[in-house]
């Protein structure tokens, strides 16, 4: 009998965790999705949105209307993890300013393979005119904004 009772705390306790973690009901769940400011690209995405590699092989040719940075990381990736909060707060500071964007490197092998990604987070910074440039490790907020600065905004 004690051991269903300690059994039944550990479910209340792992349920409890559940939807804590999940946001507590599906409106929340779907509120906080709304709520990302970073579109997550598919190979299909970025060869519309940011440049179409299979076409134009040798030469780059940005599509965007607006700078941007790619994010390319991987779910299991702790500094990943810690730099995805930074940069949905510059998403949203720099709203209708620069585009930001992520790649998952474990969905989209291809992507990571033509950038040559080696290690995560690797941020790729693209100006509208000019050549994009990558950083390598996640960024602490200042030196990111500093960055989109003088890269992308050229001030």
């Known amino acids: ?4 009772k300690v059994g039944a705390i550990i479910l209340a306790a792992v349920i409890g965790i559940y939807f804590l973690f999940r946001g507590g009901n599906k409106e929340n769940s779907n509120k ?3 709520e990302k ?4 690209l598919t190979k299909k995405d970025f060869l519309e949105k940011v ?3 299979e076409q134009n092989p040798n030469e780059w040719k940005f599509l965007g209307d607006k700078p941007a940075i790619i994010d390319f990381y991987a779910s299991w990736c ?12 510059v998403a949203e ?32 910074f693209i100006p509208v005119n000019g050549q994009p440039q990558i950083v390598t ?8 904004i500093e960055a989109i600065e003088r890269v992308l905004l050229q001030k």
């Open 93 to 124: 500071e720099y709203k209708g300013v620069i585009d930001v964007y992520k790649v998952n490197t474990e969905n989209e092998e291809e992507l990571a393979a033509v950038f040559n990604i080696r290690s995560i987070p690797t941020i790729l």
């Open 1 to 4: 009998m004690q051991m269903i």
């Open 37 to 40: 400011k970073v579109m997550e």
């Open 32 to 34: 906080q999705i709304k």
């Open 51 to 53: 440049v179409n590699y």
């Open 78 to 89: 702790g500094p990943c993890k810690a730099f995805a909060p930074v940069l949905e707060e």
């Open 137 to 144: 490790g996640a960024m602490p907020k200042p030196q990111l």
